[in-house]
DNA sequence: GCTTGACTTCGATATAACTCTAAGTAATAC
DNA sequence: GTATTACTTAGAGTTATATCGAAGTCAAGC
């Protein structure tokens, strides 16, 4: 079992980020201790990587819900959680793409810097 | 020459947007008409797009404007500028790969829910 | 028993990047 | 000459994601 500030350190989240995701109901797994504190299983902590991973690609926090909300619902919505998954794939492969368009572009202007400025168009 | 409007559709803006960069001193290089519209040259278009590029790679838009004062200053400071670029290409390359290991994470995910779910570790 | 860590509520504050409103002016296009 | 487009200032509001602080409670470990 691991405590909120383990689970913290090794998503590089702080505590208070993890509560607050607590409140807006992306950790519903969350058993307690006798004490109330937060116990995080290993299952658990997966499941808190998975969600820091679709943060960091862009899913906002309520869609992020929806997605655990399902989770919660159980074997029912195992179609359903596969097909987000499935679009939200397609998703980061924008961003890739994106991404790289952009690092062309900057590439471009790097090489130009390297040209000595020679033909620089803006 | 662009007006506003034209340049907001093909950079995917609005004219709001143009106006709050210039506002924040991302657009010194506009020229204006004799009635006091902008008036966008290529190459502007090619800087508000090089701006966009930035943007949209995360670069904060202090940090943009940080670029076009050094611009506006003139070839003293092309090293500068230079070093500016070849920085944020670095942080480009780190996005991307973070991108990939969430694409990763995502993947997995979905072997695992093709796989009808056997041994889901979360 | 004292320190540390965790808990709660609640609300303030922050930050970025817009986004919109209003009210009035001015030139352009048909 | 009317509709459209663009301009201005100045400020209010929005969204998303935290981040912090206070104030008090509670339990565990040394």
Same mark, same amino acid.
Request: net charge neutral; with cysteine; glycine share 4%.
């Given at each position: 079992?691991?405590?909120?500030? %383990?689970?913290?350190?090794?998503?590089?989240?702080?505590?208070?980020?993890l509560r607050f995701?607590?409140?807006?109901?992306l950790? @519903?797994?969350?058993?307690?201790?006798?004490? #109330?504190?937060?116990?995080?299983?290993?299952?658990?902590?997966?499941?808190?990587k998975?969600?820091?991973?679709?943060?960091?690609?862009?899913? @906002?926090?309520? %869609?992020?819900?929806?997605?655990?909300?399902l989770?919660?619902?159980?074997?029912?919505?195992?179609?359903?959680?596969?097909?987000?998954?499935?679009?939200?794939?397609?998703?980061?492969?924008?961003?890739?793409?994106?991404?790289?368009?952009n690092?062309?572009?900057?590439?471009?202007?790097?090489?130009?810097?390297?040209?000595? #400025?020679?033909?620089? @168009?803006?």
């Amino acid at each position: 079992m691991y405590t909120i500030n %383990e689970v913290a350190e090794i998503c590089d989240l702080s505590a208070h980020t993890l509560r607050f995701y607590d409140k807006e109901g992306l950790l @519903p797994f969350i058993s307690r201790s006798k004490s #109330g504190k937060r116990e995080f299983s290993e299952r658990d902590l997966e499941l808190v990587k998975l969600i820091c991973c679709l943060k960091n690609t862009g899913m @906002p926090i309520k %869609e992020i819900k929806h997605y655990i909300d399902l989770f919660m619902e159980g074997d029912d919505t195992f179609e359903t959680r596969k097909q987000l998954m499935i679009e939200h794939r397609k998703e980061v492969l924008r961003q890739m793409s994106e991404l790289k368009k952009n690092l062309n572009i900057i590439d471009l202007k790097i090489a130009f810097y390297n040209a000595n #400025g020679n033909d620089m @168009p803006s």
